[in-house]
T-cell receptor, first 117, second 111 residues
Framework: DAGVIQSPRHEVTEMGQEVTLRCKPI?????LFWYRQTMMRGLELLIY????????DSGMPEDRFSAKMPNASFSTLKIQPSEPRDSAVYFC???????????????FGPGTRLTVL | AQSVTQLDSQVPVFEEAPVELRCNYS??????LFWYVQYPNQGLQLLLK??????LVESINGFEAEFNKSQTSFHLRKPSVHISDTAEYFC?????????FGGGTRLMVKP
């Protein structure tokens, strides 16, 4: 089991540029979560998908942020245009459907460290 | 709605000493409780969880946590810490399919 895969691991970009973060959840998992972690605000849930459908995006900071899940094995988080205050570590996590022994448990990827100059 | 409070942002402790990381939660429904650990420059890993049954749960590396419903707490303990336990620890509550995390406690184990 490869675990949750995120790419890139590090991203450095300039203010105003578009940034796309990618996530591949664990095979068979049907829920996917995007989090942002900063020193000031801690760990924040940005958006949550279930069966590829966005269920709760109330944590998305503003219209510059968008997330998609075109299929069960891939999701993207896009920031356009990026700003220095978007600098953070972005985590993707996935969880399995009900009926498994690890239902309700979230499995985290290694994160993408984004720096916006 | 759920909320989680981790009362200590940092806990310094000497190696081989005991430690307790405190976690209190609030929820209007039954919850599942989790402790996650984040080592430097890594993602979060599940340390232990309470779903039902025995209120005392243990991890494979010597940590334990006790669910106390009357005090709405889920404190994490270890009788003797190692340098390798230095990390940030997050308490989380789950109602439905979403986790609500506390602010984290940075455990700093000193030689």
């Amino acid at each position: 089991d490869a675990g949750v895969i995120q790419s890139p691991r590090h991203e450095v970009t300039e203010m105003g540029q578009e940034v796309t973060l990618r996530c591949k959840p664990i095979s068979g998992h049907n829920s996917l979560f995007w989090y942002r972690q900063t020193m000031m605000r801690g760990l924040e849930l940005l958006i949550y998908f279930n069966n590829n459908v966005p269920i709760d995006d109330s944590g998305m900071p503003e219209d510059r942020f968008s997330a998609k899940m075109p299929n069960a094995s891939f999701s993207t988080l896009k920031i356009q245009p990026s700003e220095p205050r978007d600098s953070a570590v972005y985590f993707c996590a996935s969880s399995p459907p009900p009926g498994t022994s690890v239902y309700n448990e979230q499995f985290f990827g290694p994160g993408t460290r984004l720096t916006v100059l | 709605a759920q909320s989680v409070t981790q009362l200590d942002s940092q806990v310094p402790v000497f190696e081989e000493a005991p430690v307790e990381l405190r976690c209190n939660y609030s929820s209007s429904v039954s919850v599942y409780l989790f402790w996650y650990v984040q080592y430097p420059n890594q993602g979060l890993q599940l340390l232990l969880k309470y779903l039902s049954g025995s209120t005392l749960v243990e991890s494979i590396n010597g940590f334990e946590a006790e669910f106390n419903k009357s005090q709405t707490s889920f404190h994490l303990r270890k009788p003797s810490v190692h340098i390798s336990d230095t990390a940030e620890y997050f308490c989380a509550v789950n109602a439905g399919n979403m986790l609500t995390f506390g602010g984290g406690t940075r455990l700093m184990v000193k030689p």
